[in-house]
């Protein structure tokens, strides 16, 4: 049974970059037909997808956040992240990482971590 | 400001039904599969429904879906104040080429 577990630090300071890692276990990131993605939910409001990344490092990014954002991927380490600069207070938010539901099917996500504060802050 | 349309709460006695909509565009719930979400506060969204329809295993059939058109629908029977939670529509984007969510809409079981 896949698991999706986040890290990083909780706190970042304004115009700073934020850092978080997913690392994934129970199955391989390489495994064919599933996208590996990052979604936000700032404080009391819904959910938003970042981005997503495949094991080759197709990426797709959200258009609002595409010129802050880079997604990677170590398959060797089973871990994908990502990196959001010149962070505001506005990126205060619960990340999580997710998986879709495979098959190419990029409508749905099944696997999610249990999510990381972040909070930008001086 | 989300791409899809939910509305903000919406409550119904235990026992009772309740029906949440989502709404789209041609750019998305017209074209592509829609899953739906439940929120428990303090922890990750689980997936309820996916496919337009199709219940994950685990998910109790009390919990159905439906599209028609650029819109969809969450129907749950059978409430539970469990069930008390915030339900989200999603699915992708061509326009936007990414995934998009709906506002979120609060269950209250009275």
């Known amino acids: 049974q896949v698991q999706l577990q986040e890290s990083g630090p909780g706190l970042v300071k304004p115009s700073q970059t934020l850092s978080l890692t997913c690392t994934v276990s129970g199955d391989s990131i390489s495994s064919a037909g599933y996208y590996w993605n990052w979604i936000r939910q700032h404080p009391g409001k819904g959910l938003e997808w970042i981005g997503h990344i495949y094991y080759s490092g197709s990426t797709y990014y959200n258009p609002s956040l595409k010129s802050r954002i880079t997604i990677s991927i170590d398959t060797s380490k089973n871990k994908f992240s990502l990196k959001l600069s010149s962070v505001t207070a506005a990126d205060t938010a619960v990340y999580y990482c997710a998986r879709d539901l495979g098959n190419y099917d990029t409508t749905g996500y099944p696997k999610w971590g249990q999510g990381t504060l972040v909070t930008v802050s001086s | 400001q989300s791409v899809l349309t939910q509305p903000p709460s919406v409550s119904a006695a235990p026992g009772q039904k309740v029906a949440i909509s989502c709404s789209g565009s041609s750019s998305n719930i017209g074209k592509y599969y829609v899953s739906w979400y439940q929120q428990l506060p303090g922890t990750a969204p689980k997936l309820l429904i996916y496919g337009n329809n199709i219940r994950p295993s685990g998910i109790p059939d009390r919990f159905s879906g439906s599209k028609s058109g650029t819109s969809a629908t969450l129907a749950i029977t059978g409430l539970q104040t469990g069930d008390e939670a915030d339900y989200y529509c999603?699915?992708?984007?061509?326009?936007?080429?990414?995934?998009?969510f709906g506002g979120g809409t609060k269950l209250t079981v009275l």
């Open positions: 999603g699915t992708w984007d061509s326009s936007l080429n990414g995934g998009v």
